[in-house]
């Protein structure tokens, strides 16, 4: 018997086992005796006959006074007992000061709504940081295209898919000690072989070679991190992004892709027969929400969503349906775009008009980071709302910057605004 497993030798939760016990017969018996239960107090005349022969006294009500008695001693015995067997439990199996607030939440968070996040980069990682607040039922789809950095030499090398979205994804969903989060994200900087590398993307390629499956490679890796939710790789079979631009020209490869020199006109799957995983099946048909966005809209969303069977799930689900307006348009992929255009991409590629909702920011940014981002061909998104309007979709407009060196959208008012729905 697994209980039987609490009372092994050098715990030393025995003790504390064994003064709850305890308590609770000397709380049985002190309920007992004020229940006028008639086996105790069978038992207790006993006693009480003893006494009179010694003494020749009995005080009145004794069961009474001798039950409330036992009733205070069996509760402290209890509190006391429960007490030190939950501070052993904080420090060693927890970490933590207050095990029983993060039991309590992690309980409430799987009451949370089912949220399917689809898409890939920072733009995703961020989101899913938000989410997390919210919900311990959380499946990010995330894209596999990437041939770029330290995810592209291990694609390469190995013949495994690229790990680097899935492991940004895997530590924004983190519920572990910061330091391993910290760890799962360094990357090597020193002239070598590893250079390039980060240890997570190192750590998830072993794990998939030990073994043989990157998905299940993944999903063991969620259980390090004790990640909220889990990550999926939108398809397990190898693709690449192949792009063709208004002016005719052709680029193979996510990383290769964005040229501020030449306006993206189309983009396509090589080879185009990849479909999605079971379990990204499952997760679109039984999730509450639906979410596309924010990210790299020809590198990581739409790619997502041209693999066999996305779409059409998306379709045949009852979820919320929702697609989140980048902040500010990326140069070489959307200068130019504004919401309407993200959307319009995305209906010309899926053929399919899948979308309930959009949210776009509507509250300004500070002037000397605007100044920044021009620099960098970088401006904020338009919303045109009367082109909106016409594709049938709910507008949620709301304030959703974060402060900060940076335009990003705030995780937690994100978050917020989507469940709100």
């Known amino acids: 018997m697994k209980f039987l497993k609490w009372l092994y030798p050098g715990l030393g939760i025995k003790r504390w086992f064994l003064i709850g016990v305890i308590g609770l017969i000397l709380l049985s018996t002190g309920m007992a005796l004020l229940l006028h239960v008639n086996i105790v107090n069978y038992m207790i005349k006993m006693i009480y006959e003893a006494v009179y022969n010694i003494s020749g006294t009995l005080p009145y009500h004794t069961n009474i006074i001798v039950g409330v008695l036992l009733i205070i001693v069996s509760i402290s015995m209890l509190i006391y007992a429960g007490n030190r067997f939950i501070n052993k439990l904080n420090r060693e199996v927890y970490k933590s000061d ?28 961020n ?12 499946t990010a789809v995330v894209t596999v295209a990437d041939n770029g950095g330290s995810s592209g030499k291990l694609r390469e090398e190995l013949d495994i898919l690229p790990p680097g979205d899935i ?20 990357r ?62 052709v680029k193979i490869g996510e990383s290769e892709i964005p040229d501020e020199r030449r306006i993206i006109n189309d983009v396509y799957l090589e080879p185009s027969s990849v479909s999605i995983t079971e379990n990204v099946k499952n997760a679109l048909l039984e999730a509450d929400y639906i979410l596309v966005g924010p990210g790299s809209l020809y590198t990581s969303l739409i ?19 929702v697609f989140i307006t980048n902040v500010m348009t990326q140069p070489g992929e959307t200068s130019g775009f504004s919401a309407y255009d993200h959307i319009k991409a995305i209906y010309e590629h899926t053929g399919s008009q899948i979308f309930d909702h959009i949210i776009v920011n509507k509250n300004g940014n500070r002037k000397a980071l605007l100044e920044k ?35 990003r959208h705030d995780p937690h008012k994100l978050a917020e605004t989507i469940l709100e729905l």
């Open 98 to 125: 207050d095990f029983v607030n993060v039991l309590y939440k992690k309980n409430q968070l799987q009451k949370g709504p089912k949220v399917v996040a689809i898409g890939g980069g920072t733009g995703l990682a």
């Open 127 to 138: 989101l899913l940081r938000g989410l997390k607040e919210f919900t311990g039922n959380i």
């Open 167 to 186: 492991r940004n994804c895997l530590a924004a969903l983190a519920d572990q000690e910061p330091l391993m989060e910290d760890l799962f994200q360094y």
């Open 188 to 249: 090597f900087y020193k002239e070598g072989d590893l250079k390039g590398h980060s240890f997570g993307n190192l750590f998830i390629a072993a794990m998939s070679e030990v073994l043989g499956d990157f998905e299940e490679a993944v999903e063991e890796s969620s259980e390090v991190l004790a990640i909220r939710g889990r990550v999926l790789p939108s398809t397990n079979q190898n693709v690449n992004l192949g792009a063709v631009y208004k002016d005719g020209s």
């Open 303 to 321: 790619p997502n969503l041209m693999i066999n069977g996305m779409v059409e799930n998306i379709k045949k689900s009852d979820a919320q349906k």
């Open 373 to 407: 981002y021009a620099e960098e061909g970088a401006y904020p998104v338009e919303v045109d709302i009367e082109k909106l309007k016409k594709l049938n979709i709910n507008i949620v407009e709301g304030k959703l910057i974060q402060a900060g060196d940076y335009i």
